[in-house]
């Protein structure tokens, strides 16, 4: 079913996270297509702030390609940013596999950079950006 979530402005972003947290609640891969400024990390890190990360400790991790964040009970948080990656091997030399097969959260930017590494499992949420500066989440559940 699909499922979509708007995002009127940033002082939306609280109640939008809290949204999609609720409505996505059991999937653990949870990969962000979107356009260079859509706000991916600005989502992710509204996220990460509804499950009890310190604001100060996100940060986009596009030169270290994955930040561990704690959440509110001690829990890993993987943060994955794959801009950077060229070749499908690079992802695996972090380790890839070894977060996504931890049952953690994964929440990964340009995940189209290694599209054929996701797991089945993996939702694809999509942002989009409106014509009034909104922005829309959209999956399929």
């Given at each position: 079913m699909k499922q979509e979530i708007t995002i009127q402005d940033l002082s939306d972003l609280g109640r939008a996270a809290r949204a999609f947290l609720e409505a996505v609640r059991g999937h653990s891969l949870l990969a962000f297509y979107a356009p260079m400024g859509a706000g991916k990390t600005t989502f992710i890190t509204a996220l990460c702030k509804e499950l009890g990360?310190?604001?100060?400790?996100?940060?986009?991790?596009t030169f270290a390609i994955v930040n561990e964040y704690r959440g509110r009970q001690g829990q890993p948080i993987f943060h994955f940013d794959f801009y950077r990656i060229d070749k499908p091997a690079e992802a695996l030399d972090i380790g890839l596999y070894d977060y996504l097969d931890s049952g953690e959260l994964c929440l990964m930017e340009w995940p189209e950079n290694?599209?054929?590494?996701?797991?089945?499992?993996?939702?694809?949420?999509?942002?989009?950006?409106?014509?009034?500066?909104?922005?829309?989440?959209?999956?399929?559940?």
């Amino acid at each position: 079913m699909k499922q979509e979530i708007t995002i009127q402005d940033l002082s939306d972003l609280g109640r939008a996270a809290r949204a999609f947290l609720e409505a996505v609640r059991g999937h653990s891969l949870l990969a962000f297509y979107a356009p260079m400024g859509a706000g991916k990390t600005t989502f992710i890190t509204a996220l990460c702030k509804e499950l009890g990360v310190e604001e100060d400790a996100i940060s986009s991790p596009t030169f270290a390609i994955v930040n561990e964040y704690r959440g509110r009970q001690g829990q890993p948080i993987f943060h994955f940013d794959f801009y950077r990656i060229d070749k499908p091997a690079e992802a695996l030399d972090i380790g890839l596999y070894d977060y996504l097969d931890s049952g953690e959260l994964c929440l990964m930017e340009w995940p189209e950079n290694i599209e054929g590494l996701l797991p089945e499992e993996t939702l694809k949420v999509n942002i989009s950006v409106q014509p009034d500066g909104s922005r829309r989440i959209s999956w399929e559940d």
